[in-house]
């Protein structure tokens, strides 16, 4: 076995400790709080059909087409076979777009009842609203979000994004930027809904998107042979599974012009009456609050049977968007948010001990990540205290006790499941992952 995987001790809940914050090192796994059912955010009530009754009809061709270019592809493509431990997933590009939209030019005064063509897109006035689409063509794209900026929207305006499946999120109130949640389909439709008499003051750009790589949809992305479904486990291998299925996340950010993908997990407090989504990732996943801004977190979204195949995130998947960085270090590689959206009602918090398992010699970790962005995958992991990091790891910045050093008992990780908790048998959190390191590296199933 010439493979370690390494775990960062759980810092954050040091943190908490050391400030005063808890008066114990211990919260045990929490369920959905009624907090829940009272802050979530309702549901759009508008649908895509309706969408397009205002403004008349779909337009017929697209403002931009978008595409990756056969660099971004083999960039890409590279990265996914030669990912390293402590770098976050590659996944897509950011394309620019650069549509400024601006619509004081409309005279709404003389419309009549009918869609007129505007700024590369149609638009329409009944019912004192007026609304403009445009279309963008994405056909060669795993998933396709968008970044608005120079957000100008009076009180009551919408900016709605979707696609030709009814696929539908609403955007108001949302400052002056904006990356939209992920869209798949040949081609996505920006709409504005506004009241006739304030559609002078909308303003805004389109101004670049990020473009998924696509993946197969018959099969999981290229993952290792011992990568396990976590649908294939049950009870029996873990008793707290079934938590922990609700408060793992997939999610994807953006930086430097790159979409990537981590793994991460919602974190209980320490009053059982409150409902804070405080969420643990890797410090090499999200380090920058602007960065954090971009997150997309995807729950329980896993197989819908044991070894069933896999697919890009299926449409209906529950997802948020946005975070606040609250800490992070590039010492233990821990990273916490706090989500800007809450979870599904039915997510779990997962409970946390800081009680150090780094020397606790064969003891039993847990962990359900998102390897290569695939659904959640089910791995178990054994302390071995008897590895020399220097020796074996050839690096003095990976010290036991700040990590924790294990190998792989059923399944494994893989890029992609960088930040992923590492829980115990009672279903507490003790750390989070930051990759592998050994002889072997390139093989996740020799560990």
């Not at 759980?10 to 808890?22: E, H, R, T």
């Not at 009918?114 to 060669?140: C, H, K, M, P, S």
């Amino acid at each position: 076995m010439d493979r370690n995987t390494l775990t960062e001790r759980l810092i954050p809940i040091v943190l908490l400790v050391a400030s005063g914050a808890v008066s114990a090192a211990e919260v045990l796994p929490q369920p959905p709080s009624a907090a829940n059912e009272v802050r979530s955010a309702p549901a759009s009530t508008v649908t895509v059909q309706q969408l397009r009754g205002r403004v008349g009809r779909a337009p017929s061709s697209a403002a931009a087409t978008l595409a990756l270019t056969d660099e971004d592809r083999e960039r890409l493509s590279l990265n996914a076979e030669a990912a390293v431990s402590g770098k976050p997933f590659m996944v897509g590009a950011v394309k620019p777009i650069d549509i400024a939209i601006d619509l004081k030019p409309i005279d709404v005064k003389a419309m009549g009842d009918q869609t007129y063509a505007f700024a590369d897109g149609l638009v329409r006035a009944t019912e004192g609203e007026l609304n403009w689409a445009i279309r963008l063509d994405t056909g060669d794209s795993g998933g396709t979000r968008l970044l608005l900026e120079n957000i100008q929207l009076p009180e009551g305006a919408k900016i709605h994004v979707y696609n030709d499946a009814g696929d539908l999120h609403s955007y108001t109130d949302v400052g002056e930027r904006l990356w939209t949640h992920t869209f798949t389909g040949d081609q996505l439709y920006v709409q504005v809904e506004v009241a006739e008499e304030d559609s002078d003051d909308v303003r805004f750009t389109i101004a670049s998107a990020m473009l998924r790589h696509p993946v197969p949809k018959d099969r999981c992305p290229d993952n290792a042979p011992c990568i396990m479904d976590a649908s294939c486990a049950t009870a029996t291998d873990w008793p707290e599974i079934d938590k922990a299925r609700k408060a793992i996340a997939y999610i994807n950010f953006i930086e430097d012009g790159w979409g990537y993908a981590c793994s991460g997990g919602l974190l209980a407090d320490t009053d059982p009456d409150t409902t804070i989504p405080y969420f643990l990732t890797a410090d090499h996943c999200i380090n920058d609050p602007n960065v954090a801004a971009t997150v997309e977190a995807w729950f329980d979204y896993r197989t819908p049977d044991c070894n069933h195949g896999c697919q890009p995130v299926p449409p209906g998947t529950f997802n948020t968007l946005g975070a606040t960085l609250i800490q992070h270090s590039a010492v233990d590689d821990h990273s916490l948010l706090v989500l800007d959206e809450l979870p599904p009602e039915d997510a779990w918090y997962l409970g946390w001990n800081s009680t150090p398992v780094a020397l606790a010699d064969g003891a039993m970790l847990f962990r359900l990540s998102h390897p290569k962005r695939a659904p959640q995958a089910f791995s178990t992991h054994r302390v071995d205290r008897t590895v020399d990091p220097l020796q074996y790891c050839g690096v003095t910045t990976l010290p036991r006790g700040a990590y924790i050093f294990s190998r792989n008992v059923v399944g494994a990780t893989e890029p992609g499941s960088s930040g992923a908790p590492v829980l115990t048998a009672s279903g507490q959190v003790v750390g989070q992952l930051y990759g592998g390191c050994g002889s072997n590296i390139d093989d996740v199933c020799d560990s």
